[in-house]
């Protein structure tokens, strides 16, 4: 496995590649590697024959206030991960060689960021299109892997590759949850055990939503307020949002359809956690 440190390295490394006829696939992620990323790499591994791993804390999709200094690091352990599953590549470049003295440039995808995530951090949709952007071009894989745990990001991302003619075909995986419904997160290690028992409530007004959907209740209001109080009843928790949207155009919807996704985040203590679920019985 070779560790890449400057865009010239991975500009060299990938055309090699290409020069092979290689398919080049793609997992770009923060670091603090957990098991959802991993499925993430084994997918990008079934998928193509030269797997690249970035891990880049990115500054500019955190708005001041927010942890980006705070949040978990752990090269070394990254790599030995990395290694064993047999990715072929990583890609960790730092600040300075992402966003080098007179850096400009900002890429903006309009309407799916205006609401979710976008309508409370500011600065992460574009921060995200840009360093997705920026990625994807160093990198040029054929595919990238990307999680449903953070849908919006996943839409936002196969639009901006399709609207920029990056050409990555965009490829969704499902949220990787550990036994007791708690979806997996680098910021999970924020948590106290108090406060990690409060944060299966998320997973579990999800499934009380679906499990409601199920017996035929269609209204968004009734859905989100029993979600609602299910969350505020644990100790610790504040909710940011909790909405049902259409999962193609991002937009709120009054009554559930077959494309309705239930997506919320909410501080557990320190830790603002984010999960959501389809609504429509399989
Ligand atoms: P991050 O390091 O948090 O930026 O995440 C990098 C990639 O891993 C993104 O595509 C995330 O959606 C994905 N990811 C993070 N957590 C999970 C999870 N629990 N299940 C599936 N994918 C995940």
């Known amino acids: 496995m070779e560790l890449l440190r400057t865009t010239a390295e991975m500009t ?10 290689q398919i080049v696939g793609f997992v770009p992620t923060m ?3 957990h098991r959802g990323h991993l499925a993430l790499v084994e997918e990008a591994l079934r998928l193509a024959n030269q797997v690249v791993v970035s891990i880049f804390v990115n500054p500019t999709q955190f708005s001041p206030g927010e942890d980006l200094e ?6 070394e352990r990254d790599l030995e991960l990395c290694r064993e599953l047999g990715v072929h590549a ?3 470049p730092d600040t300075a060689e992402m966003y080098p003295e007179g850096f400009q440039t900002r890429v903006e995808v309009e309407r799916l960021t ?3 995530c976008g309508l409370h951090r500011a600065d992460f949709f574009s921060g995200v299109a840009l360093v997705v952007t920026k990625l994807f071009c160093a990198v040029r894989p054929h595919l990238a892997v990307f999680g449903e745990k953070d849908f919006q990001q996943l839409v936002v991302v196969k639009r901006l590759s399709r609207d920029l003619n990056l050409g990555v075909e965009i490829v969704a995986h499902p949220t990787v949850r550990e036994s007791d419904g708690l979806a997996m997160s680098s910021r999970n ?6 406060e990690r028992r409060s944060a299966l409530s998320l997973s579990r007004s999800l499934l009380a939503a679906r499990k409601l959907v199920a017996e035929g209740e269609r209204k968004v209001d009734v859905l989100v307020a029993r979600a609602t109080e299910m969350i505020e009843t644990e100790p610790h928790t504040r909710i940011q ?6 999962e193609e155009t991002m ?9 309705a996704v239930m997506a919320m985040a909410v501080f557990v203590g320190e830790a603002r956690l984010i999960d959501n679920m389809r609504l429509w019985p399989d």
């Open 70 to 75: 705070e949040y978990p690091r752990n090269l």
């Open 31 to 33: 670091g603090y590697l």
């Open 90 to 92: 990583v890609f960790a």
């Open 12 to 21: 060299s490394w990938r055309e090699e590649r290409w020069r092979e006829g």
């Open 241 to 246: 949002y909790v909405q049902v949207v259409d």
């Open 251 to 259: 937009i709120d919807l009054a009554e559930v359809t077959p494309r």
């Open 114 to 116: 205006q609401n979710l």
């Open 189 to 194: 290690t924020y948590l106290s055990d108090e």
